[in-house]
């Protein structure tokens, strides 16, 4: 079964920037190549929103609220995706969840927090 492990949360300032990534393992990268990948958020007490998604010929599509300040990206040798995000705001705090959303399946990683916060 796929696994979906996400890294580089944490607690950064307004402004501040962070990277997440997150590495798809047991799957040959010829198969993790060949579908979208996308990145969801979720605050205590709401629902979990779709923040960006990226198809497997690299179209991306965002969420109007991080538009300009999130970019999704993917390095299909390394069965990574990735989501920059810049000018973080503290409506930005959340977990993040890496998802792959595959026909017939639907794998999520464990989740990694991101704190905006002075």
């Known amino acids: 079964q796929v696994q979906l492990v996400e890294s580089g949360g944490g607690l950064v300032q307004p402004g501040g920037s962070l990277r997440l990534s997150c590495a798809a393992s047991?799957?040959?990268?010829?198969?993790?190549?060949?579908?979208?990948m996308s990145w969801h958020r979720q605050v205590p007490g709401k629902q979990r929103e779709l923040v960006a998604t990226?198809?497997?010929?690299?179209?991306?599509n965002y969420a109007d609220s991080v538009k300009g300040r999130f970019t999704i990206s993917r390095d299909n040798a390394k069965n990574t995706v990735y989501l920059q995000m810049n000018s973080l705001k503290p409506e930005d705090t959340a977990v993040y969840y890496c998802?792959?959303?595959?026909?017939?399946?639907?794998?999520w990683g464990q989740g990694t927090q991101v704190t905006v916060s002075s």
């Open positions: 047991k799957i040959i990268f010829t198969v993790f190549s060949a579908y979208p």
């Open positions: 990226i198809t497997s010929d690299g179209s991306t």
């Open positions: 998802n792959a959303p595959w026909p017939g399946v639907n794998y």
